[in-house]
């Protein structure tokens, strides 16, 4: 992996330069990592496009509860619970969605 000196145009740029680029600049701990982006050529199985499905579809439920002020209240108590595991509303909601979603 390469790595970079601090350059001033440099510290700015994160992530792929544009949708075709294989280069991902990347900053962890204080140090600006570039790599090499390979491309799996395997094809996803349809358990994992499954639970894509069913992410997507609970990431918009979450979303939409953010979006609505009585229901972002709602989330915002279940999180202020001590016993909680959840760090935000959003991702309350998220888990909340997800196995509602795998039970169908």
């Not at 440099?10 to 992530?15: A, H, P, R, Y």
């Not at 600049?25 to 996803?44: D, V």
């Not at 579809?57 to 972002?72: E, G, H, I, T, V």
């Not at 760090?87 to 039970?103: G, V």
């Amino acid at each position: 992996m390469a790595q970079i000196e601090t350059l001033s145009f440099i510290d700015s740029i994160s992530g792929k330069l544009d949708k075709n680029e294989q280069i991902v600049f990347r900053t962890r701990n204080g140090k600006k990592t570039a790599y090499i982006l390979h491309k799996s050529e395997r094809q996803a199985t349809e358990t994992q496009n499954n639970y894509r499905e069913i992410f997507r579809q609970a990431s918009a439920n979450a979303k939409a509860d953010m979006a609505n002020p009585k229901k972002l209240s709602q989330w915002k108590k279940v999180v202020a619970d001590p016993e909680n595991k959840y760090t935000s509303p959003y991702f309350a909601a998220l888990a909340h969605y997800i196995k509602q979603l795998k039970k169908k």
